[in-house]
């Protein structure tokens, strides 16, 4: 297999140096050439597997025969031997329609770690096989930036470097970052929003002698391989169902923001993993409930809500979507991306409307709505969701149908956004690895919001 650009002008290339590439040279996303399909036969047969047996078969589909299978196997075990649960991510049944896939058990307790602990492992095989110097800068909202530290702290051959902004993200994400004390990380706390942060990074990737220099490495959900990982759990949670759900339809509803997992859900339903309907489920920055209902794509304005990361605007991985709903159309992609960059918005009508409406169900969750949903869970069913969860949930008592079942993802652990929580006067446990983190010393540098100065303290890291 081999992989190209949504906008054509890459030459194909394999998988190691798509993982090397991030974003794609010509300012597209990298995605397969072709989408393997697995029959239901080697569904069936999938059924019994582990969470990592899982991963290796999936991936035996994309590595482009890169990686020998002792190594990634081995790769496999170290980022899955970091999670507190054997199961990886467990799927727990809330009643006979709903079920919730728990994705926090890595790590940083959120989803990001699944991805995250891999892509650390593969970065630093990377680094040895190909004798790569690899330096990873990124900026983050909470949730990235600390499990990509996680990822890859004390690694042989790899520096990062994660920018967040200064005192805007929640104390357990600082904390998260800032208590780690391993040699090859540095945080920068900028003055300034998570989009200040944002733009010096996109500036500082644009510049391409720059970023062949210092030899920077992406960390986002731009990278595929991200998108890829995620893809194993939507494979693990539909085969783990119990024998009274399989033979219904089965959605799943992923609180999103952008678009990186539930893009991961649409890869597994085009390779074959029987799934009804995927719901997107998002908070009051609703650009993509709003283009699922009207086709419209148009960032609005930022709203800070319970469930800060998902408070985005724009979803990056969209483009990924826009290609194969154009049929793979990579002329008709430049189109719509340079219309969004020139005029701010785009819009799908007809045909192209009804294809989304039948991949997608939407659903923006308003704050008090959110609140509601974790009281009444805690109550009815004793199970305290966390607030990216809660919009999950809400999204599925909108959409799911009767007779039909529901996986909706746990994306976060409660205990790390009690922010939220408290408000409601619902006490937590914490557990350990959280409690214990306001103990441990910082280590972070505050810096302006001023690309010469962010400049100098990269230059100073990575020399
Ligand atoms: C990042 C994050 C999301 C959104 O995921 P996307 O892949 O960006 O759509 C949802 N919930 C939590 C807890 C997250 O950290």
Redesign the pocket.
Known sequence: MQYISTRGKVEPRGFIDTVLMGLADDGGLMVPDVIPSVSSATLEEWRNLSFQELFLKIFSYYTNGEIPDGDLKEMVERSYGTFRHPEVTPLKEINDSLYILELFHGPTF???DVALQFMGELYSYISRVRGEIIHILGATS???GAAAIAGVRGKEGIKICILHPHNKVSKVQELQMTTVDDANVLNLSVQGNFDDCQKVIKELFADLEFKSKYHLRAIN?INFVRILAQTVYYFYAVLKLPQAAQGKTVNIS?????????FSGYLAKKMGLPIGKLIIATNENNILERFVKTGEYKPGDFKSTH?P??D?QV?S?FERYLYYLTGEDSAAVNGYMSKLAGEGAIKVDGQLLEQVQTDFAALGVKNDECLNIIGKYKSEAGYLL?P?TACGVAAYEAHNGPGEVCITFA??HPA?FDEAISLLKIAQEFPPQIAGLAALPQHMTVVEHDKAEITRQLEEFYI
């Open positions: 959120a989803f990001k909470g949730d990235t959900s992923v609180p999103s923001g952008n678009f990186g997992n539930i469930s990361s998902m985005i979803a991985n966390d990216h994306t976060a790390k």
